[in-house]
């Protein structure tokens, strides 16, 4: 539904609104480092 991009230039967050979970991406290495629970209705994401 939405992704948020870290400072960092690394690491991506992507809401996945119907599972409930944020996937924590990595993207130099392109996985997965982990997913989230998060709740139904997850759309918007943001770094502070």
Do not use: K, W
């Amino acid at each position: 539904m939405d992704m948020a991009f870290h400072p960092d230039g690394r690491t991506a967050l992507v809401a996945n609104h119907g599972d409930g979970t944020i996937s924590v991406l990595d993207l130099e290495e392109g996985i997965v480092h982990r997913t989230i629970s998060a709740g139904g209705g997850v759309e918007s994401l943001a770094f502070f």
